[in-house]
């Protein structure tokens, strides 16, 4: 399997990462909507799917603007992972 994905294109490797970031941050507005509301009825609410895409779009522009995505993970230092963790709360 990792072969497959080592083997892909850097466009196609890219898209995948950002399907998995909207993907992810998507179950996390959910499942913190969900835990405040004690149910799922907000999924019903358009305001709902607004915020929630505005979110992440506004998400992923903040992960190109900071180059996140043009960075290697495999080479993860220090400096990378405080990019990271800044660009997540952030995005929060």
Do not use: P
């Not at 998507?26 to 799917?49: I, N, P």
């Not at 290697?72 to 800044?86: A, D, E, P």
């Amino acid at each position: 399997m990792l072969k497959l994905i080592f083997g892909l294109n850097r466009t196609t490797k890219l898209s995948l990462q950002m399907l998995a970031d909207a993907i992810c941050i998507f179950l996390a507005f959910g499942a913190a909507l969900a835990v405040k509301h004690e149910t799922a009825v907000f999924l019903l609410a358009s305001d709902f799917w607004l915020v929630t895409l505005f979110t992440i779009a506004a998400s992923i522009l903040l992960f190109f603007q900071t180059k996140i995505y043009k960075t290697m993970i495999r080479y993860l230092s220090s400096g990378l992972l405080t990019t990271i963790l800044n660009t997540a709360f952030l995005s929060t």
